[in-house]
């Protein structure tokens, strides 16, 4: 099936594979934001009796899944072949090295054989554009309609209400995922300016180990926000790391609300900083407090109420830290993203907050939160499109068709010349690509 764009050019369509960490996925995306498959093939039962993800098992278990993947995520497009398409993407970093393997193999072996430019890309760059995709044709209700996993349909309404994420700069990105939080500054597309990140734990990594304390189970974040929902958060309190104490207003008429703008972020070099440690570290002291009183802290409605406490801990200086950024710069919208992102109270506490502000706030639905391959396929079109020398062109494919066809009629004895895709290396430790390395 040939796919258009909706000014009824063809459209560019990119398969994309993702295998950093313990998610095994494809996806075809076109023109950048178009989802036309979307295939994730979850770890999660697998690492669950391990309490966190074990590498070795990962890279193992994509080595198993990645091919049926694929094909499935071709199938899904209506793609024959890998030649139909234009370009081949994949995630080289940051992530576990066995897992991104896999990935890149595979992508190496499919451009090498089909002829097709094979685009490199940043896990985090990824998560970024996660906000600029969409399903079906409208950006909006589609997305709404596909909404699924945890969190309720109407935290998904609320969010999305003004669709997925528009080409209006500067924009304020917030990642939080199970290993980075960092807060960017995108000056347009794939440039970004670290504003912020965190000096130790993630949030999600605090979310997961915070979850293994109160032996919530795994994964922690949605273990953590299905206890909380029973909690009482008011019942203790948890410090809010690198914040202030701020001016006492009435608290929100949502019980489970965060406690903004009772707190604001510190002033200074860390003002747009995150830490997480000393958080994990206050529950662990309150559980170790209760035992000591000879209170259960696991005890289910404890560690509901311990559960709440520290989710709007969390929420506050994420929110609180966003919003002060998002003000400093004057950004014309507000994006989040990663795993973290899908958190229903987050998803409330920041749409309360810019609907205030009459921003524009981006979160994915929640499929889009967690890792996925669509994410990889939108960033490897833009970054294609803005910050690589040639950009996609679906005219590309008519010449490569001459191309090997000329190949084929003309044997020729020169030694083979390896393309540049084939030297394309894992990153494991990339950072975002920024424009500059300084923070403002
Ligand atoms: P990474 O890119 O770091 O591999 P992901 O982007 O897939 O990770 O995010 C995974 C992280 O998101 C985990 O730490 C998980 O606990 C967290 N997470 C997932 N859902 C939620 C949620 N509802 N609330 C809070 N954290 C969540
Ligand atoms: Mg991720």
Same mark, same amino acid.
């Given at each position: 099936m040939s796919s258009t764009n909706t000014g009824g050019s063809p459209a560019y369509r990119i398969l994309a594979i993702e295998t950093s960490c313990d998610e095994t996925a494809a996806a075809?995306?076109?023109?950048?934001?178009?989802?036309?498959? #979307?295939?994730?093939?979850?770890?999660?039962?697998?690492?669950?009796?391990?309490?966190?993800?074990?590498p070795e098992v990962a890279s193992r278990q994509h080595v198993l899944a990645i091919q049926a993947v694929v094909e499935d995520a071709l199938a899904d497009a209506s793609v024959a072949h890998v030649r139909e398409l234009d370009?081949?993407?994949?995630?080289?970093?940051?992530?576990?090295?066995?897992?991104?393997?896999v990935g890149v193999n595979l992508a190496k072996g499919l451009a090498f054989a089909s002829g097709l430019p094979l685009i490199p890309v940043n896990h985090l760059e990824g998560h970024i554009y996660s906000n600029w995709l969409y399903t079906g044709s409208s950006p909006v209700s589609d997305l709404q309609a596909s909404e699924d996993g945890n969190g309720s349909a109407?935290?998904?309404? $609320?969010?999305?209400?003004?669709?997925?994420?528009?080409?209006?700069?500067? *924009?304020?990105?917030?990642?939080?995922?199970? %290993?980075?939080?960092?807060? /960017?500054?995108?000056?347009?597309?794939? $440039?970004?300016?670290?504003?912020?990140?965190?000096?130790?734990?993630?949030?999600?990594?605090?979310?997961?180990?915070?979850?293994?304390?109160?032996?919530?189970?795994?994964p922690g974040g949605p273990a953590i926000q299905a206890a909380a929902e029973s909690g009482e958060a008011g019942r203790f309190h948890l410090p809010r790391p690198l914040m202030r104490p701020g001016r006492r207003t009435e608290r929100q008429p949502d019980a489970q609300a965060s406690s903004?703008?009772?707190?604001?972020?510190?002033? %200074?070099?860390?003002?747009?900083?995150?830490?997480?440690?000393?958080?994990?570290?206050?529950?662990?002291n309150l559980m170790r407090q209760l035992e000591r009183e000879e209170a259960e802290a696991r005890q289910t409605q404890t560690a509901?109420?311990?559960?709440?406490?520290?989710?709007? *801990?969390?929420?506050?200086?994420? /929110?609180?830290?966003?919003?002060?950024?998002?003000?400093e710069?004057?950004?014309?919208?507000?994006?989040?993203?990663?795993?973290?992102s899908a958190n229903g109270l987050l998803r409330r506490a920041a749409e309360q907050h810019f609907a205030k502000l009459g921003l524009p706030?981006?979160?994915?639905?929640?499929?889009?939160?967690?890792? #996925?391959?669509?994410?990889?396929?939108?960033?490897?079109?833009?970054?294609?499109?803005?910050a690589m020398a040639r950009p996609p062109s679906p005219a590309g494919r008519e010449h490569r068709q001459d191309a090997e066809?000329?190949?084929?009629?003309?044997?020729?004895?020169?030694?083979?010349?390896?393309?540049?895709?084939?030297?394309?290396?894992?990153?494991?430790?990339?950072?975002?690509?920024l424009v500059d390395s300084m923070r403002r």
């Open positions: 075809v995306v076109a023109d950048g934001r178009r989802i036309l498959s #979307n295939r994730v093939a979850s770890q999660i039962e697998l690492h669950r009796r391990f309490g966190g993800v074990y370009a081949i993407a994949v995630t080289n970093g940051p992530g576990l090295a066995g897992s991104l393997l109407s935290d998904s309404a $609320r969010t999305q209400r003004s669709g997925s994420a528009s080409d209006q700069f500067p *924009a304020l990105i917030l990642i939080v995922s199970g %290993g980075h939080t960092e807060l /960017v500054l995108m000056e347009g597309h794939c $440039r970004y300016r670290l504003l912020g990140s965190t000096l130790d734990d993630a949030a999600g990594e605090a979310f997961d180990k915070v979850a293994r304390l109160l032996e919530l189970g795994y903004l703008p009772t707190v604001l972020p510190v002033r %200074g070099e860390h003002r747009f900083n995150f830490s997480f440690s000393g958080l994990k570290t206050a529950v662990l509901s109420d311990i559960a709440a406490a520290f989710q709007m *801990a969390a929420v506050d200086v994420l /929110v609180g830290k966003t919003a002060d950024a998002a003000a710069f004057g950004v014309k919208q507000v994006c989040i993203c990663g795993g973290v706030l981006h979160c994915p639905p929640l499929f889009l939160c967690t890792d #996925n391959a669509a994410m990889i396929g939108a960033a490897a079109y833009y970054r294609q499109s803005y066809a000329a190949a084929q009629s003309t044997p020729h004895e020169d030694p083979i010349e390896l393309p540049a895709r084939d030297y394309l290396a894992l990153d494991v430790y990339a950072s975002l690509p």
